[in-house]
């Protein structure tokens, strides 16, 4: 079945450059999602990238996509403290629905 | 963009009561959902509301406990029913548009404990 990988933990300082990864299964996933989550909040779409792209960039934000190996990375430039919160990576299926990872926590440090 | 009111956005509730919750979008989507995100864990998906028709419910939920209803294209409720201690968790209302990119948006949730 479908299924979402994450690492739990990322911690990065002030300043540097965030990867957070993910891996996915379902190969005919039209869209991928990077969602955000701050504390007692809902979800914030950050980014998606379609299938058919390998990359995309929007302001801080780049997004890797290697469909070969279903990999699937969120690049955040220049980190801020703003930035804390739980990543969430999720794939598409039929009918609209997302599948998501277990959400990598990231501690930005001053 | 959409933008969603979910409400009540927290409440306490006894166990064995039922609580109602509901989104409200300001404009007619295409597609709506509602998940479930236990403390500390990812977004499960409950069921998929449909307009005017029965939701249409993942594996491991059903009607009794989750009835659901969808009366328009802008309007859904999500009832917890019969609660336990089990069911306290955020419960998220999602809205997309079906077309050329599927984007979801979430709401702001609903924080539910159970005593």
């Known amino acids: 079945g479908e299924d979402v990988e994450q690492s739990l933990f990322l911690s990065v300082r002030e300043g540097d450059s965030s990867v957070i990864n993910c891996t996915y299964t379902?190969?005919?996933?039209?869209?991928l999602y990077w969602y955000k989550q701050e504390p007692g909040a809902g979800l914030q779409l950050l980014t998606y990238?379609?299938?058919?792209?390998d990359m995309k960039q929007d302001q801080r934000l780049t997004v890797l996509l290697n469909k070969k190996d279903k990999h699937l990375s969120l690049r955040i430039a220049d980190t801020q403290t703003g930035d804390s919160a739980i990543y969430f990576c999720?794939?598409?299926?039929?009918?609209?629905?997302?599948?998501f990872g277990q959400g990598t926590e990231l501690s930005v440090k001053p | 963009s959409a933008v969603i009111s979910q409400k009540p956005s927290r409440d306490i509730c006894q166990r064995g009561t039922s609580l109602t919750i509901q989104c409200q979008v300001d404009?007619?989507?295409?597609?709506m959902f509602w998940y479930r995100q236990q403390p500390g864990q990812s977004l499960t998906l409950i069921a998929t509301?449909?307009?005017?028709?029965?939701?249409?419910?993942e594996s491991g939920f059903v009607i009794d406990k989750f009835p659901i209803s969808r009366p328009n294209l802008t309007f859904s409720t999500l009832t917890v029913s019969n609660m336990s201690p089990e069911d306290s968790s955020i419960y998220l209302c999602?809205?997309?548009?079906?077309?050329?990119?599927?984007?979801?948006?979430f709401g702001s949730g609903t924080q539910l404990s159970v005593l």
């Open positions: 990238i379609f299938s058919n792209m």
């Open positions: 404009s007619q989507v295409t597609m």
């Open positions: 509301a449909n307009q005017g028709s029965e939701a249409t419910y």
């Open positions: 379902d190969s005919s996933s039209t869209y």
């Open positions: 999602s809205v997309g548009y079906r077309g050329t990119n599927e984007k979801l948006f």
């Open positions: 999720a794939e598409s299926t039929s009918g609209g629905k997302l599948i």
